[in-house]
């Protein structure tokens, strides 16, 4: 007899141990099998010419993508869900298989960089027209709509100075003129924020980070409501759009610690804001799921929790205190990236790519990523940096 499937009631921790995953069509083995495969070979050429299989050829899909594709639209709500190879390849799927030549894309101006250098360059290239707006700001938002507006990119908490905008209300704000709205939820996973369930119609993720969780793959996802499914589902085949079956298969299995992750991100985060938020040196933390903070009350009404990542402004400093600080760190790593399991900081200058609004903050910006070492010793490195930081100022 097969077993009944948790369905999209199921609390979330019981769904990621089960979705995508079908042990009675493996031999009762518990994890999807890993297919590396190119050529899919038919029974017979009418098979072939009236496309009579579910597979065709590894790009359009193997047992294995199917297993990822249907957990993550299970856990996002969604029609169904294509992978990329990166979070950045999902972002541009995604813009593009809603947008035309003569179009105008609205994009909140503290996106994610690699998503605008994209939209100024290709999207440009191609004939789309972009302009940004402040991402905090409605009245100007709706002010921004032409009537060849057809999207709107969103991104809650914005990237590096994490302003929480007001998903539903953009939502049906773009609705109201038939305009496709984007969101770039790799921060909160579908796990802590649904953008589906908020008016959403097309929810990406950088599976690099939270999905994976350990810093050794890169993936994106695009999750589409009913609306959007189709266009995404014709575009990712016409880019030929793939991901690798060994790198779905890390995500697979980062997925099924995903909930006691972020659950211990947000525990070690919490506690590491709430320290720094309390030392001189600091002037303000930008993390919404701290009381106080920036968008805290937004956060609060649409979220179920929050990762590990947020920003802080130090006070007024030389550049040459701000590198002692980074430098006498010893647990903190300097990269890029994010979402894994070891803490890390970078030194972010969101100024300089700023259009639609103005960063005029005294003091440097450094972004941390609270991983899942004790946040004791975490907050024991800080300080070490935070010893070197005020050598240098006197």
């Not at 890993?34 to 590894?58: C, K, N, W």
């Not at 919490?270 to 030392?279: D, F, I, N, Y």
Request: with cysteine.
């Amino acid at each position: 007899m097969t077993k009944k499937k948790p369905d999209t009631t199921t609390h979330p921790d019981t769904l990621l141990a089960h979705i995508g995953r079908h042990p009675q069509d493996n031999h009762g083995f518990v994890n999807p099998p890993v297919i590396h495969a190119s050529t899919v070979l038919f029974p017979d050429i009418e098979t072939m010419i009236e496309g009579g299989q579910r597979y065709t050829y590894a790009r359009r899909g193997t047992p294995t993508s199917d297993a990822l594709e249907e957990a993550v639209s299970a856990l996002e709500g969604a029609a169904g869900t294509r992978l990329a190879p990166s979070g950045l390849a999902a972002i541009a799927v995604a813009l593009q298989s809603c947008l035309s030549a003569g179009d105008h894309l609205l994009v909140a101006d503290s996106v994610y960089g690699p998503c605008r250098n994209f939209c100024n360059s290709v999207l440009n290239r191609f004939g789309v027209s972009v302009s940004y707006y402040d991402p905090l700001d409605l009245d100007a938002l709706e002010a921004a709509f032409r009537p060849e507006t057809r999207a709107v990119f969103t991104e809650a908490p914005g990237s590096l100075t994490f302003e929480m905008q007001d998903i539903p209300a953009i939502a049906e704000m773009a609705h109201k003129r038939d305009a496709i709205v984007l969101n770039d939820n790799t921060w909160a996973s579908p796990l802590y924020f649904k953008p589906i369930e908020h008016g959403v119609d097309l929810s990406i993720q950088a599976g690099t980070k939270y999905i994976v969780g350990h810093s050794d793959v890169m993936l994106g996802t695009v999750a589409a409501s009913e609306r959007a499914w189709k266009a995404l589902e014709k575009t990712h085949g016409d880019m030929g759009m793939c991901a690798g079956p060994d790198d779905i298969y890390l995500a697979l299995r980062g997925l099924r610690t995903m909930g006691v992750r972020l659950e211990r991100h947000m525990k070690n985060a919490l506690e590491v804001a709430g320290w720094l938020s309390g030392r001189e040196e600091v002037a303000q933390v930008f993390y919404p799921a701290l009381p106080g903070a920036p968008g805290h009350e937004i956060w609060k009404r649409d979220f179920a929790g929050a990762s590990g990542l947020f920003s802080v402004e130090l006070a007024p400093a030389s550049d040459d205190a701000v590198k002692a600080f980074i430098n006498a760190l010893e647990i903190f790593g300097l990269g890029y990236s994010w979402g894994g399991f070891e803490s890390l900081l970078t030194w972010p200058r969101p100024k300089a790519i700023r259009t639609a609004t103005s960063w005029d903050a005294a003091g440097p910006l450094l972004r941390l990523h609270i991983g899942l070492e004790d946040p004791a010793d975490l907050i024991a490195d800080l300080e070490g940096g935070f010893a070197a930081f005020n050598a240098a100022r006197t």
